[in-house]
């Protein structure tokens, strides 16, 4: 997901406006307080519900691969008028794949562009470049979007990075000298132009905060967040607490922590079993024939998908076998090429979660066998990893 989106914001930057002539609005990254986000210098501002969160300025440079001179307001804005370009707001969802971002450019003595032309300026790059680093069926299509109020030109993107599918909604936010790109990212398109609705439209009366009311990302956020990370990682919530020590980048040994929070590849073969599922009267074989070099968790309910009976890891081109007792069940199965974080997180966002069927072994007899081949992409209902 991350690259992904580092990818859209990058290409959609692209195209080296900006000028030092025209002085600058005040703040023209924005303002964060509480679970609001302000930008003055695009007359919005968005609210998050009780289930997102803005990264801190800390942990927004290193998401974007900023300098720790640019982690704050200041700084920000300081990138902005250096560099043409700079995020002033990333926000992830708690409970799903879902993130959201806005990037703002200094148009400078071109702040006449409009938004379809400047969406027209990018679009091929920006497909070009995703084709580049292994994205297939890469399909832009130009739209329209109402935000705070407002018509806004923008555009639908959608591609595959194995069997991992994206979405994304982007939406074009003309100011007087800047260009604001939101871009909303999700396994669903519904989801991802979910995040429009957040915004509304400045007024004269909203009263925005000054820039120093924006949280410190310094060293208090920091030790807070370390803490937090190695919390996550006692209880063994294993790409929670690497998120965390990735955004820490140098502080103190979060480097070291984030590598080991990468565990080791389960060998292929059963990794759990609940107790009230002892008997094994039915022999059942799990194939991964997968193309691509991706491995596969399994995870088995009973039918009704309420009661966990069994997981299983399936290395690419292997085999595995589980010995269950003769009833109905229903099986889902994640896969991925990415690390490995632990049973209770899996494979992390990296990975493609899904609900495959129900099956019986209820009729195929004592000590028999039943073939489960995993070939081509999974059909089945993708759900998100918290479902899973």
């Not at 923008?154 to 069997?163: E, H, I, Q, S, Y």
């Not at 922590?257 to 009267?281: F, H, I, Q, V, W």
Request: glycine share 8%.
């Amino acid at each position: 997901m991350k690259k992904w989106m580092s990818f859209l914001l990058a290409m959609l930057m692209l195209l080296g406006l900006g000028s030092a002539a025209v002085a600058a609005e005040e703040n023209p990254v924005g303002v964060i307080a509480g679970n609001t986000y302000y930008n003055e210098a695009l007359g919005i501002y968005m609210t998050l519900p009780d289930n997102w969160r803005f990264l801190s300025d800390a942990d927004l440079a290193s998401q974007m691969g900023y300098d720790s001179k640019y982690a704050s307001r200041e700084g920000l804005a300081t990138l902005l008028s250096q560099n043409s370009a700079a995020c002033g707001m990333y926000a992830v969802a708690s409970d799903t794949a879902s993130n959201a971002n806005l990037m703002v450019q200094d148009l400078g003595i071109y702040r006449s562009l409009d938004e379809a032309t400047y969406l027209d300026l990018a679009k091929d790059s920006l497909t070009g470049a995703l084709e580049s680093v292994g994205y297939t069926d890469i399909q832009l299509t130009p739209s329209s979007f109402q935000l705070a109020g407002k018509e806004h030109v923008g555009a639908v993107l959608t591609g595959k990075l194995g069997f991992m599918e994206m979405h994304m909604i982007v939406v074009l936010i003309k100011g007087d000298r800047y260009m604001g790109s939101l871009t909303a990212a999700s396994t669903t398109r519904e989801k991802a132009e979910a995040v429009l609705a957040y915004f509304q439209p400045l007024s004269a009366d909203t009263k925005v905060p000054e820039a120093s009311s924006q949280a410190s990302s310094g060293a208090g956020d920091a030790k807070a967040q370390y803490a937090q990370a190695k919390e996550a990682f006692e209880k063994k919530m294993y790409y929670t607490a690497y998120k965390m020590f990735t955004a820490l980048g140098k502080y103190e040994d979060a480097a070291s922590l984030a590598s080991k929070c990468k565990r080791p590849t389960p060998e292929t073969g059963e990794l759990s079993r609940n107790s009230d599922y002892k008997r094994k009267t039915v022999r059942l074989n799990l194939n991964n024939k997968l193309k691509g070099g991706y491995n596969i968790y399994v995870r088995i309910y009973d039918s009704t998908g309420e009661t966990f009976v069994s997981s299983a890891f399936v290395r690419s081109g292997k085999g595995a076998v589980v010995y269950l007792p003769d009833r109905s069940y229903l099986m889902k199965a994640a896969y991925s090429k990415g690390p490995w974080f632990g049973e209770n997180e899996m494979f992390g966002d990296d990975a493609i979660y899904k609900e495959l069927f129900t099956f019986s072994l209820e009729q195929v007899g004592r000590h028999g066998y039943w073939y489960c081949n995993f070939e081509d992409e999974l059909n089945g209902t993708t759900v998100s990893r918290e479902d899973f």
